[in-house]
T-cell receptor, first 112, second 115 residues
């Protein structure tokens, strides 16, 4: 079945450091891929998405490229801020109208 | 604000009891999804409703049930509660299949504590 694997956390960085959170997936067909973010005490918010191979999703300085050949969708940011401290979830959807399948989440902690 | 409203935000109850969690989706969204978030299991999909009909089932226990009403709000019923049911329960909604982009809009969750 479809699944998403994320790197284990927590990830601890200093402000302005470079961030990479790895995500790989297993799916039949051509899923859509997502990164969601959960700030403390809040629900999940969509951070970015990509719907086909080689698409790059970007938002708030974060980027991720849909790599079909490596079945990956790694999240990157060039310079993290303290306000980026949150839990990040990689997810996939195998077709429209179905539930998202999430990875276990990666906790990011950024210190000043 | 995602537009998805969940009540109650916090709930403390005892083992063996029954609770009902309520969700109002974004205006116009026909699909409602329920997820359970626990520390050890991560985000687990429970069940999906589309315009009042059950659309898909995930890892939902037989002690749990849900429904979606004509006004599109949904309720998740948890019965014979066990300590292990303590978790954050999220509701999410999405648009009609014609405009579906894959994005789900999440509420802030209902935190259930079973003592």
């Amino acid at each position: 079945g479809n699944s998403v694997t994320q790197m284990e956390g927590p990830v601890t960085l200093s402000e302005e450091a470079f961030l990479t959170i790895n995500c790989t997936y297993t799916a039949t067909g051509y899923p859509s891929l997502f990164w969601y973010v959960q700030y403390p005490g809040e629900g999940l918010q969509l951070l970015l998405k990509a719907t086909k191979a080689d698409d790059k999703g970007s938002n708030k300085g974060f980027e991720a490229t849909y790599r079909k050949e490596t079945t990956s969708f790694h999240l990157e940011k060039g310079s993290v801020q303290v306000s980026d401290s949150a839990v990040y979830f990689c997810a996939l959807s195998d077709r429209g109208g179905t539930a998202l399948i999430f990875g276990k989440g990666t906790t990011l902690s950024v210190s000043s | 604000d995602s537009g998805v409203t969940q009540t109650p935000k916090h709930l403390i109850t005892a083992t063996g009891q029954r609770v009902t969690l309520r969700c109002s989706p974004r205006s116009g969204d026909l699909s409602v999804y329920w997820y359970q978030q626990s520390l050890d299991q991560g985000l687990q999909f429970l069940i999906q409703y589309y315009n009042g009909e059950e659309r898909a089932k995930g890892n939902i226990l037989e002690r749990f049930s849900a429904q979606q009403f004509p006004d599109l709000h949904s309720e998740l019923n948890l019965s014979s509660l066990e300590l292990g049911d303590s978790a954050l329960y999220f509701c999410a909604s999405s648009g009609t299949s014609g405009s579906y982009t894959g994005e789900l809009f999440f509420g802030e969750g209902s935190r259930l504590t079973v003592l």
